[in-house]
């Protein structure tokens, strides 16, 4: 096991998709600090995987690595996105919900959580690990 950790402050971005029929929602969360836990037993593979970054420079761990604990800490932002078929209106009235009552509003209006995604930006520092995190 592996513990990732960005080497600066600000690099950990989360994404939450939430979903309503056709509607999907995007909240975008930017962590100060922490760590993700990882289940991973090649350390040149872990590597490689930690050096191809998309388009908007960051790696992506929820798909590249099974996680197995996290610990982030003092979000600095919290941002939605309307992303398909959301009316204007709506919007305004899901982001005011939202400033009010944070996530709890999603599931008032009917989303679900669909799938959360982590990414590290910037150089990420690998730390192996002994400790049994899955007990």
Known sequence: MFILKPKFSKCIVEEEKWIRDDQE???TIGWRAGEIIIDFDDPITLATILNNRDDLDRVNITDNFEIIDQNLTHSFSD???FINNVLSDHEKNLQSLFNKNGEDMFESEGFQIFETTLYLIS?????ETTKDYLD
């Open 25 to 27: 929602i995007l909240r």
């Open 79 to 81: 941002e939605l996105t």
């Open 123 to 127: 150089d990420i520092l690998i730390k």
